[in-house]
């Protein structure tokens, strides 16, 4: 099993940038796909980007395209999502998580076995 924790959200004006970090216990991350997901009120989870161990890596939902960038460092077992350019509808809690599965890297977030606490990102314009 592995534990996840988010941290890095904050209050950001438009245009502005975040770094989220999410830290991993308890397994490599190398493992897994690692995801990051994000959730606004009265919204339901959407998928934003991905790491996977196979196929095409990393991807990104489009709406996020050029702006944001996924990575890791194996080192310190954590996975980063850096969010530049940001637009008011970025605001969201945004969650990391690990799929354990074929390694592939989904946008399901069904297929995802373990997930983080959130961190809240809010942009304002």
């Known amino acids: 099993q592995v534990y996840l924790v988010e941290s890095g959200g904050g209050l950001v004006q438009a245009g502005g940038s975040l770094r989220l970090s999410c830290a991993a216990s308890?397994?490599?991350?190398?493992?897994?796909?690692m995801g990051w997901f994000r959730q606004a009120p009265g919204s339901k989870r959407e998928f934003v980007a991905v790491?996977?161990?196979?196929?095409?890596?990393?991807y990104y939902t489009d709406s996020v395209k050029g702006r944001f960038t996924i990575s890791e460092d194996d080192a310190k077992n954590t996975v980063y999502l850096q969010m530049n350019s940001l637009k008011p509808e970025d605001t969201a809690v945004y969650y990391c998580?690990?799929?354990?599965?074929?390694?592939?890297?989904?946008?399901?977030?069904?297929?995802?076995?373990?997930w983080g606490q959130g961190t809240q990102v809010t942009v304002t314009s």
């Open positions: 998580a690990a799929d354990s599965g074929d390694g592939l890297g989904r946008v399901d977030g069904g297929e995802y076995d373990y």
């Open positions: 308890g397994h490599p991350i190398s493992d897994y796909a």
């Open positions: 790491i996977s161990r196979r196929g095409p890596r990393p």
